[in-house]
């Protein structure tokens, strides 16, 4: 397995490692916004454009989209 740099913090805020990580803080707000909408419309027993099950499976959705974003901005600057 390859070493990982010392550097690797300093690494993660540059080139195409940076545009990842603003990917995956992008991604993460969206999926806080739409695992709150899901509450939000539980807890009053109202659909709020979906079901509440739906905004749940689609908050997860952004969840693995913000991971995945975040695996590639980690590999970007392990390789760079």
């Not at 993460?28 to 027993?45: K, M, P, Q, R």
């Not at 974003?69 to 600057?77: L, P």
Request: charged letters at 20%; proline letters at 2%.
């Amino acid at each position: 397995m390859a070493e990982i740099p010392k550097d690797l913090k300093q690494r993660m805020y540059q080139g195409g490692a940076k545009r990842q990580l603003w990917m995956c803080m992008a991604f993460t707000l969206v999926c806080w916004g739409t695992l709150i909408v899901g509450i939000v419309g539980d807890a009053i027993d109202e659909t709020l454009g979906l079901e509440p099950t739906s905004w749940f499976l689609i908050s997860i959705g952004w969840l693995i989209a913000a991971v995945w974003h975040y695996f590639k901005a980690y590999h970007a600057a392990k390789e760079g």
